[in-house]
């Protein structure tokens, strides 16, 4: 059965602190690994990662892919209050369903 | 619209009774996911619309649970005679196509009493 696991479940840093989030997957067919940031209801994209190696970036935020071992990160560097959400991490497979993780949950103390 | 958009945002209902929970997805996107997201846990699929294909209807719990979607765009997923279990936030996504990330509307928190 196709799964996808994340780690930690929960995570409480201070501000200013880099946290690496984790999640592995066993997922028949892979096409691509996503991340999602969800502050209160609605998810909102973050990276989509198809290639190993590949670091992709975006400001504090960067993540990769490693095809061989099944696992992706998650690195946010100098964390903010506004850093604080659920980090879903989602896999596609080639019949375009998402697998979902259950989140990690980042808390920033300020 | 400029993105998806979901309503009612909350809904109690009393067991027994039938809702309907609307998503008015982003304009020009074809393809179409309801997904239940318990408290605690991840995404669960329900069901997928691409175009005018038959939707792919696997992840649906029960045979209470039914979707349509009208002229390719506005979407309403019914649950009937509900029950405690189906308390949840739906979540409704839509994507231009495929394989391309999808943008979710804000969910419609439903708690059945």
């Known amino acids: 059965e196709d799964k996808v696991v994340q780690s930690p479940l929960s995570l409480v840093v201070h501000e200013g602190d880099t946290v690496t989030l984790n999640c592995s997957y066993e997922?028949?067919?892979?096409?691509?690994l996503l991340w999602y940031k969800q502050e209160k209801k609605a998810p909102t994209f973050l990276f989509m990662l198809t290639s190993s190696g590949i670091e992709k970036k975006s400001g504090r935020l960067s993540s990769i892919l490693d095809k061989k071992e099944l696992f992706s990160i998650l690195n946010i560097t100098a964390t903010q209050t506004g850093d604080s959400a659920v980090y879903l991490c989602a896999v596609s497979d080639s019949n375009y369903q998402l697998i979902w993780g259950a989140g990690t949950k980042l808390i920033i103390k300020p | 619209g400029a993105g998806v958009s979901q309503s009612p945002s909350n809904k109690v209902t009393e067991k027994g009774k039938d809702v309907e929970l609307r998503c008015d997805p982003i304009?020009?996107?074809?393809?179409l996911y309801w997904y239940r997201q318990s408290l605690g846990q991840g995404l669960e699929f329900l069901i997928y619309?691409?175009?005018?294909?038959?939707?792919?209807k696997s992840g649906l719990p029960s045979d209470r649970f039914s979707a349509e979607r009208t002229g390719g765009s506005v979407s309403t997923l019914t649950i009937q005679r509900t029950q405690q279990e189906d308390s949840a936030v739906y979540l409704c996504?839509?994507?231009?196509?495929?394989?391309?990330?999808?943008?979710f509307g804000s969910g419609t928190r439903l708690t059945v009493v």
């Open positions: 619309f691409q175009g005018n294909s038959a939707p792919d």
């Open positions: 304009s020009g996107h074809t393809a």
């Open positions: 996504a839509s994507s231009l196509a495929q394989f391309i990330p999808h943008t």
């Open positions: 997922v028949t067919n892979f096409r691509s």
